[in-house]
């Protein structure tokens, strides 16, 4: 069975810099996509950006692609979230799941949580 387990997070000041980490085990995840999301407090968890484990195509929410780069090391079995210029709502725990073809996200991993202070 799949597995995820993020890490990375932290306690951080405006305008750090962060790179969460998410390892993936338990099957090969080739023809999936896996994604990066985050829940704010008080807020649903949303969709913040996703790439393809074969080919490495990447998607982003509209309002993060300046700030945020989704990347991955197939042979560590782990995708990156690289965020710049960290604000206070960045603050939320953030998760990575993983998409079949075709398919929905699911194999949540238990997230890791970002504060930032202004």
């Known amino acids: 069975q799949a597995q995820l387990a993020e890490s990375g997070g932290g306690l951080v000041q405006t305008g750090s810099s962060l790179r969460l980490s998410c390892a993936a085990s338990g099957r090969t995840f080739a023809g999936y996509t896996l994604g990066w999301f985050r829940q704010a407090p008080g807020k649903a968890r949303v969709f913040v950006a996703g790439?393809?484990?074969?080919?490495?195509?990447?998607y982003y929410e509209n309002s993060m692609e300046d700030r945020f780069t989704i990347s991955r090391d197939n042979t560590k079995n782990t995708i990156y979230l690289q965020i710049n210029n960290l604000t206070p709502e960045d603050t939320a725990v953030y998760y990575c799941?993983?998409?079949?073809?075709?398919?929905?996200?699911?194999?949540w991993g238990r997230g890791t949580q970002v504060t930032v202070s202004s």
């Open positions: 799941a993983a998409a079949p073809s075709g398919g929905y996200y699911g194999n």
């Open positions: 790439i393809t484990w074969d080919d490495g195509n990447t």
